[in-house]
Every structure is written in C-alpha cells, then in structure tokens.
C-alpha cells in the first residue's frame, strides 16, 4: 500500500516549520511464524531438560511442526577449547548476563563470539531460550548471526559471529587516544543500519518482534562500521489482530525505557522506537543515555535535549565536540528532528520505524565533505523526504 504524505509538513515540539520527509511504500512479507516459535521453544526446552534435540524434533514433527532451528549445537568442552578454558586474554567484556570471549572453533577455525552466562545473573533459561530461537529463525544483514549454543548441564552459552570493532558504545564514550572518532558520514550509515535492523523486527517479522532492550551497547559493529543489533534475550513477539499493545514486566535499560512503559509495563512497536530516538541522540551528541557524572538536568539525556529541540539556534551545541564542527548544518537539524520525533512523549506522535529508515537511509547517502564543508550531490532547492506519524 503506498501512502502519500507529500503535502504532511511536520512541527516537531515547535521548532520545525519546514517539510523534512516525503513518502514511503510500505509492503512486507511473514519471515517466521508463531508455529515455528512454538516448535523452537519445544525442542529447546527439551534440550534444556536434558532430552535431545533430535528426539523433540521428532515428537514436534508429529504435530505438524518442521526442523527450522539452524543454530548449531556445542558442547561445553568445544567451547573451553576454543576459549582456551576462558582464560582473561580472551575476555572481550562483561556485564550482568556474563562474559564474552573471543574463541577460534577448531573444527572451523572460525573466530567467533562466545557469551558465557552467568548461573545466577540477570539473564535466566527463558531469555537463553528467547535469544536463540529468535536468532536462529530471524536472519538479516543487520541484525548479529548466532552460529550456535550450548546447555551442557547448568551450562548456558551462546556462540556469535564475531564483531571485530566491538559495540556502538566503544566508539561513542570513554575513548581512548588511540581510536578513530567516528566522523558525521560513519554515525549516519550506522544509525540507517541500526534501524534497518529494526525495522526487519517490527514490519518482516510475522508476527512482528519489539526488541525491548535497544541501546548502544547492543548495536555491534563489524568491518567498515556495518552495524548489527545483538543480546535479543528480553524480545518479545508484538501484538497481533486487535490488540494495541502487549503487557509486560518492565525491563530494559534505565535512560532507554519509553516512559509509557516504564509507568505501566504496556509494550508496543513504538516503545522501541523510542529507545531508538535515545540511541540516534547518542549518535549525534556524543552524550550518554544517562550520565551521572554530569550536574541534575544534564544527567538524563533526553530531559536534557527537549529544551534544546525547542530552539534551531541550539541546534548546533548538541552536536557531538568531537565531532569538531565538521558536518552538514542541514543534516544536524534533520537528523535531530527525526530524534526529537522519536523521542516524544506520547507513543502515537512517534513515527513509524519504516519512516526513520526512509529518513536516515537518506542522510546517509548525503556524504559529507569536510574539504567543502557542503554535502556532496545535494542540489538548491531539492526537497528531502517527509516522515509520517500514527
């Protein structure tokens, strides 16, 4: 269905009073369905029980069901090896859930990922069973590819692609002198990827997948900054037919969580669009989600933007300092206006992640040019296109 939105102008929080996007198709097609979930769950809470994998496959099989899990199974011993028993020089990092560590399999000679859970850590059975089915049945080039598992005994471990340039994060705070800052063409192309990926979750998938738990640390990086989200423990499947939102424990991240769902545990596609907004905030401003080292109103970052996007004259002192003035004044405005409209209060004033990606993909391919300080192939008077709300 294609909607037209050429003559929609946007007013976002008042501080818009020109067009910014045009019109988008919108059209997709069921990825996975809710049969294949069910089965997935079946065989691997079976694993987990200490049944095998192929025994459920057959038992499911009777009921209609269909071998659809392509996520490979490790022993724990493969694992140790290819982490050399995990020992420190391999720890990529750490965090609730557990370690990761970069691990070579000798079978393949791959180097990969390996997150080791943690027995009593944040992210139990249910979230190990949630992460690998929704990985293995959902494939996109912007979402991280998990090779296989393991739940040996209480051992509980995933085994991912591995990620050579680390998190969104890494690059974005805290670095260190010898890194590369990421400059105005790298942030775009990462956050049009990161919506992408997104965006397969909310209109591809059938039915469609809130990611939930969206933040920079969970948007990896691989080799010429191609973005992939990661860590879907805490996805849930959307709403289907009627229903407008899915109820829900509250989880996530504190600074990402929309407010709607923070107050009442209601989850809907909109909620991660909102955590996106934090994201592409980050992106643009170098600032973090929440930063307790900076004074009262400074430490939430959106609560410290709002005013800003109030006024087009501060635009300009959001824009990340490291960034150093180099990047198309016009860009910065658009790409905080798409911000600003992700990060509304109300979930209905929010846009549809289809039309970030419309949005974003755009400035992305708008190169900029520090040498000329203007944006490459942009031409006076050309329009751009509009996003819409519902």
């Known amino acids: 269905m294609l909607v037209w939105l050429a003559s929609v102008s946007i007013f976002t929080m008042g501080m818009l009073n020109e067009p910014v996007f045009g019109f988008y198709t919108c059209g997709s097609k069921p990825i996975f369905s809710i049969v294949d979930m069910k089965f997935g769950f079946h065989i691997m809470v079976e694993k987990l029980k200490g049944n095998s994998v192929s025994d459920a496959k057959k038992e499911t099989a009777k009921d209609g069901g269909s071998d659809h899990i392509a996520a490979h199974t490790f022993t724990f011993r493969e694992l140790a090896a290819a982490t050399k028993n995990f020992r420190a020089d391999c720890l990529l990092g750490e965090g609730g859930f557990g370690r990761v560590y970069k691990g070579r399999l000798e079978s393949t000679n791959q180097v990969v990922a390996i997150k080791q859970l943690d027995r009593n850590g944040l992210q139990g059975n249910r979230e190990f069973l949630v992460e690998v089915l929704m990985l293995s049945l959902l494939h996109h080039p912007n979402l991280v590819n998990l090779i296989g598992y393991c739940a040996d005994g209480d051992q509980r471990l995933l085994v991912y692609e591995y990620m050579p340039l680390g998190s969104l994060e890494d690059h974005l705070h805290d670095l260190p002198p010898d890194r590369r800052r990421l400059d105005w063409n790298t942030r775009m192309k990462i956050a049009a990827g990161a919506a992408k990926g997104l965006e397969y979750l909310h209109d591809k998938a059938s039915p469609p997948v809130i990611y939930r738990d969206l933040k920079c640390s969970n948007i990896l990086l691989n080799e010429g900054y191609h973005p992939k989200l990661s860590d879907f423990g805490l996805a849930k499947l959307g709403p289907v037919g ?112 289809a039309d970030v990606v419309t949005a974003l993909t755009y400035l992305a391919s708008q190169k900029y040019d520090p040498e000329t300080q203007s944006v490459q192939g942009s031409r006076t008077g050309s329009s751009t296109p509009r996003m819409r709300r519902e």
């Open 242 to 353: 009627d229903k407008t939102h899915v109820s829900t424990r509250v989880m996530g991240t504190y600074g990402y969580c929309a407010p709607e769902y923070a107050m009442t545990g209601q989850l809907t596609l909109k909620s991660d669009v909102y955590s996106f907004g934090v994201v592409l905030l980050e992106i643009i401003t170098g600032r973090k989600a929440i930063d307790n080292s900076k004074t009262g109103g400074e430490q939430n970052l959106v609560a410290w933007a709002r005013p800003l996007f109030k006024d087009r004259r501060k635009f300009p002192q959001m824009a990340d300092p490291l960034l150093q003035g180099q990047y198309p004044v016009r860009g910065l405005y658009q790409a905080l206006a798409v911000a600003a409209m992700c990060v509304q209060e109300q979930p209905n004033m929010r846009p549809l992640i």
